[in-house]
């Protein structure tokens, strides 16, 4: 199996900054694309940003220009920087990545989530 652990998520005041990572362990082959998703309350789970491990990068267009996507290969990280923050950014933000994990019957094709990190956006 293959998992993701976020971290950064925090309470922020409009306009201020915040920089989100999610680290991907377990038997990983390799990891092809990784991305950022939200869900704010009462909305359905969007996509943020995503990157591939050619490192070209996709936005929404609420975020562009304000976020930028990284990512460390040889640490199997994600980073999500998120500059000029605004009250409906609030929302809790998910890691995922898709790739091919190692088994005991050569390499098969995982997709993983993150728990979770809680990112409110608030004076």
């Known amino acids: 199996q293959v998992q993701l652990v976020e971290s950064g998520g925090d309470l922020v005041q409009p306009g201020g900054s915040l920089r989100l990572s999610c680290a991907a362990s377990g038997s990983i082959f390799t990891i092809n694309s990784m991305g950022w998703y939200r869900r704010a309350p009462g909305k359905q789970r969007e996509l943020v940003a995503s990157i591939t491990s050619g490192g070209s990068t996709n936005y929404a267009g609420s975020v562009k220009g304000r976020f930028t996507i990284s990512r460390d290969n040889a640490k199997n990280t994600v980073y999500l920087q998120m500059n000029s923050l605004k009250p409906e950014d609030t929302a809790v933000y998910y890691c995922?990545?898709?790739?091919?994990?190692?088994?005991?019957?050569?390499?098969?094709?995982?997709?993983?989530w993150g728990q979770g990190t809680q990112v409110t956006v608030s004076s």
């Open positions: 995922n990545a898709g790739g091919f994990r190692r088994t005991d019957h050569g390499r098969v094709p995982f997709g993983s």
